[in-house]
């Protein structure tokens, strides 16, 4: 018996190391999808700010925009954020929330005095993108784990294989992600004709996000009772520390249509991102005879992504104190590559298996001039990058805004979005896949001094 298990410790080892926390398509995808970007005046309007960018918020927007400026400018900006999932799984509905409160960015704008025209320049950080998720599950289920899988242990049938599947089990679940996707940028924009004005931003790109699962896969009815296949629990631990970094650049343009229109346009440069990850996995098998073996693993990993340009473009047109603005940008995710030879067979499944996208920002703003506020409303309408999807997976934000002007030098602005979409996340302890239901809440609080 000893012998037959020591066997089995081996092959499930194997299984085990071939299966391990292994890069996919969505590892390159998530880097930079769902991306909302930063302002609460931009935001509050829905993100339709590429035919605005008339603050510092343009280095990310609109570079060519910052020329518009004509005042020294210092902003910093925070931010709140609310995620909600309400998770099915095998009939079984949970819901879970996670919050987290970040320093959003922070930067400065100088425009430089000229005869004629406008030269400004800005730097700054920003926060981009959140990695926060949560989800939480449970319920009985037949499928198993590809995680665990016994072959050949009987000496007198080699072909034999005995796992995890067929019967019912219980299985529960946790994972949460935190982290973000930041920008350092330094940007210069000046006016190359009386209506039109160019700026390029150059960007250095940081993240980290910090993911956590905890499974637990029980034989509740004791259907596996015969040896070696005498399961009786499995757990297992699982923790996935990565770091990003990358370099780019932006071009912007704005063009003035008489004094009521503006016209913006982006470019974005292809990028390579720099990843690295720091992973551990502790795994604990339980049989009905009390015995237990444990897995522990740990390593480390490194391999590069590729993406492609970024297209984006956007028009306002101010009708007295109403601003109405629409703006869209394009990504095509099929072109995102890794750039590192052990993963570079997966780069067929981006061309199978994701699309060129148009995200959509539509905003308005209403001036009231006896207080120096302005309202705002927005809607983002961001698709998934998969093809083929269910619509309800497209991701729609409503947008809220508020801003006043305090001594005509102190401005605050507030914002408030509200998203929601659904998705199915699968991996290799629960292939038959948690339906998610999110909502996605986030405030912000934008100070900016213009002097």
Do not use: C, H
């Not at 990565?242 to 229109?261: I, M």
Request: proline share 3%; aromatic share 16%.
């Amino acid at each position: 018996m000893i012998k037959i298990l020591n066997i089995s410790l081996l092959l499930i080892i194997l299984v085990l190391l071939s299966l391990s926390l292994a890069q996919g398509t969505y590892d390159a995808i998530r880097i930079t999808d769902n991306e909302l970007g930063f302002g609460a005046r931009a935001l509050g309007m829905g993100g339709a700010y590429v035919g605005v960018a008339d603050d510092y918020s343009a280095i990310y927007w609109n570079p060519g925009g910052l020329a518009q400026m004509r005042k020294m400018e210092f902003w910093m900006e925070l931010s709140n954020l609310n995620y909600g999932n309400s998770v099915e799984f095998q009939g079984n509905v949970k819901d879970v929330s996670t919050s987290a409160t970040k320093f959003n960015s922070i930067g400065f704008t100088f425009p430089i005095p000229t005869y004629r025209g406008s030269l400004v320049f800005a730097f700054g950080y920003q926060r981009l993108k959140d990695f926060e998720y949560q989800n939480e599950f449970s319920g009985i289920s037949a499928e198993g784990t590809d995680r665990l899988s016994f072959s050949g242990v009987d000496p007198d049938n080699p072909n034999d294989i005995y796992d995890f599947f067929g019967r019912d089990v219980e299985k529960t679940g946790y994972a949460s992600d935190d982290g973000s996707i930041n920008q350092w940028s330094f940007a210069g924009a000046v006016d190359v004709s009386p209506t039109a004005s160019v700026g390029l931003a150059l960007n250095f790109w940081t993240g980290k996000s910090n993911y956590l699962q905890d499974f637990d896969q029980f034989d509740i009815y004791n259907n596996f009772d015969m040896y070696p296949a005498d399961f009786n629990e499995y757990i297992e631990n699982r923790k996935i520390s990565s770091k990003y970094s990358s370099f780019n650049a932006k071009f912007g343009a704005l063009f003035k249509v008489g004094n009521q229109a503006r016209i913006g346009l982006g470019i974005e440069s292809p990028q390579t991102f720099k990843v690295k990850e720091d992973y551990s996995s502790d795994g604990i098998l339980y049989f009905d005879n009390g015995e237990n073996f444990t897995f522990p693993e740990e390593g480390n990993f490194e391999y590069n992504v590729k993406i492609p340009f970024r297209f984006s473009g956007g028009v306002s047109v101010a009708l007295g104190k109403i601003l109405l603005s629409g703006s869209t940008k394009y990504t095509d995710w099929s072109q995102v590559k890794f750039d590192t030879g052990d993963l570079n067979d997966l780069n067929r499944n981006f061309k199978t298996g994701y699309r060129g996208t148009f995200k959509l920002n539509f905003g308005a703003e209403l001036g009231i001039p006896l207080y120096d506020s302005q309202i705002r409303a927005g809607y983002i309408y961001d698709p998934t990058p998969l093809k083929n999807m269910p619509s309800d997976n497209n991701r729609k934000y409503l947008t809220f805004g508020l801003g006043t002007l305090i001594d005509r030098m102190f401005k605050i602005d507030i914002a408030y979005l509200r998203g929601t979409w659904k998705q199915t996340t699968y991996d290799d302890l629960t292939p038959e896949g948690t339906f998610e239901d999110i909502t996605y809440q986030k405030l912000l609080l934008n100070f900016a001094y213009r002097f």
